[in-house]
């Protein structure tokens, strides 16, 4: 094994996943073109587009990764490509040959969102039978992108705010929501999400990549379904509200809408069945599973004995973190297994937040994880864990994640640090700052949720 020091480790394995998972290299492995024709993989499977039967070919995108997909795509396409829009949180470029790119609100929208959202439905809403539009969807797109919906009932105009909007985000991420629910909202509050994009682009071609950040690759549920047909309903959201206490906190024109739509008065999201969706293909290009098996190779490579944990991490986050340190206590103290070994696993974890703190999914992670590690009676010397966020922003905060060992367990007992003083106020951010252990990449351009790395030595 090479002779760095296990954080150096951790931070090289996680690089190696990004690497594993840039958008760019996804979609020139998938794409290619071959005279007058675009190749598609899906899967064991190839698509053929004769693009001498489109007038135009217009790019859209929404997503934390899409500028680098856009950045992909255009090696292959180049000048075919007759302009595009990508909305993203934070732009390198601000044209890719004809793609212009935007920047706007993420965890919750803002009025750049809307304009963008706008702007997208208007870009799709125009197209034609001869146009082929090739969408670049990602993990954030839900924030990054909206049209707040609007009906008209019995000449009584209902028209969602902005603040609307972010008032229910705000206080689904806050009530520890899974990204299911947070988007089943979302969905049935736009007029973009949940399939209505794919409604927009109608009759023309659509051809959508899209880079998962979610489990098992469900396309309904990354970026809030822009382009795919939605089987949740209005009445999933009365139960959604009602599970996390907020009938009285949610705006009441919210409440309003979605008992319209529970009363069938209003449509619901587009459905399997809806003609819009005839001329969609949607194709995954990456995963998280996609980053993990980067790590393993490099780990393998450092020779690590290499494990991955299969079941998708889930919970809350402290909760998650002292699971895990269990497990490294087991495997640490079983002779049988070969070491050094790293364990890896990903996912997405939720907090419920109850103090004034500041800190994302990964960093009280990690937190968790060193509540239970002050708790063991054994030295625990060689154990060292890195949770991080692959798009490099863990909630709220300017960190990836954050690192956790017996060192930095010394290190906050010398600062006078409580963790559990610092866990009552999901404060993880500030302890780890202190302590010098926050985890910081910077915008990656990739997405394809969290992961934890775990290694015993």
């Keep these: 094994m090479r002779s760095n020091s296990p954080f150096h480790i951790l931070d090289e394995l996680f690089k190696s996943g990004l690497r594993g998972a840039d958008p760019a290299r996804l979609i020139q492995k998938i794409l ?81 969102s809307v304009k963008g959202g706008i702007a997208l439905q208007n870009i799709a809403h125009q197209s034609n039978e001869r146009t082929l539009i090739i969408s670049l969807i990602s993990g954030g797109a839900s924030s990054l992108v ?89 009445l999933d959201i009365n139960k959604i509200i009602r599970k996390y206490g907020l009938e009285e906190k949610i705006p009441n024109i919210i409440k309003k809408l979605v008992q319209l739509g529970i009363d069938a008065t209003i449509f619901e999201t587009p459905k399997s069945k809806e ?84 800190g994302g999914r990964n960093q009280e992670l990690a937190l968790g994880f060193l509540e239970e590690m002050k708790k063991c009676r054994v030295k625990c010397s060689n154990i060292f864990l890195l949770s991080a966020s692959t798009d490099g922003d863990d909630g709220p905060t300017d960190a990836a994640g954050a690192l956790a060992s017996y060192e930095v367990l010394e290190k906050s007992k010398h600062f006078g640090l409580s963790i559990e003083d610092y866990l009552a106020r999901n404060d993880s951010y500030t302890f780890f700052d202190k302590c010098g252990y926050l985890y910081k990449t910077g915008h990656t351009r990739t997405n394809v949720c969290d992961v934890q790395i775990l290694l015993i030595i």
């Design 32 to 112: 290619k073109l071959e005279k007058n024709n675009l190749v598609v993989q899906k899967d064991d499977d190839y698509i053929l587009y004769n693009l001498e039967k489109f007038d135009e070919i217009v790019v859209i995108g929404a997503g934390k990764a899409s500028e680098r997909m856009a950045e992909g795509l255009y090696d292959v396409l180049g000048t075919y490509i007759t302009e595009g829009l990508v909305v993203t949180k934070s732009r390198r470029f601000e044209m890719i040959g004809s793609i212009r790119i935007m920047e706007a609100g993420h965890p919750t929208p803002d009025e750049r």
């Design 146 to 234: 909206e049209v707040p919906r609007i009906e008209n009932i019995e000449e009584e105009e209902i028209k969602l705010s902005l603040n609307d909007l972010i008032t229910i985000t705000q206080l689904l991420l806050h009530s520890g929501a899974s990204i299911d629910e947070i988007n089943c909202v979302r969905k049935h509050l736009s007029m973009i999400k949940g399939g209505y994009l794919s409604a927009w682009m109608y009759p023309a071609t659509a051809l959508n990549f899209i880079l998962s950040d979610v489990k098992d690759d469900r396309i309904d549920i990354i970026g809030s379904g822009l382009t795919t047909y939605d089987e949740s309903m209005f």
């Design 275 to 358: 003609l819009v969706f005839d001329r969609t293909e949607n194709v995954v290009i990456g995963n998280n599973q996609t980053a993990i098996d980067s790590i393993i190779a490099i780990a393998r490579e450092l020779d690590f004995n290499t494990k991955q944990e299969n079941t998708w991490v889930k919970g809350e986050s402290r909760e998650v973190g002292r699971r895990i340190f269990q497990q490294a206590l087991r495997l640490s103290t079983d002779a049988k297994i070969q070491k050094p070994l790293c364990v890896i696993s990903g996912g997405e974890t939720t907090v419920t937040v109850k103090g004034d703190g500041f």
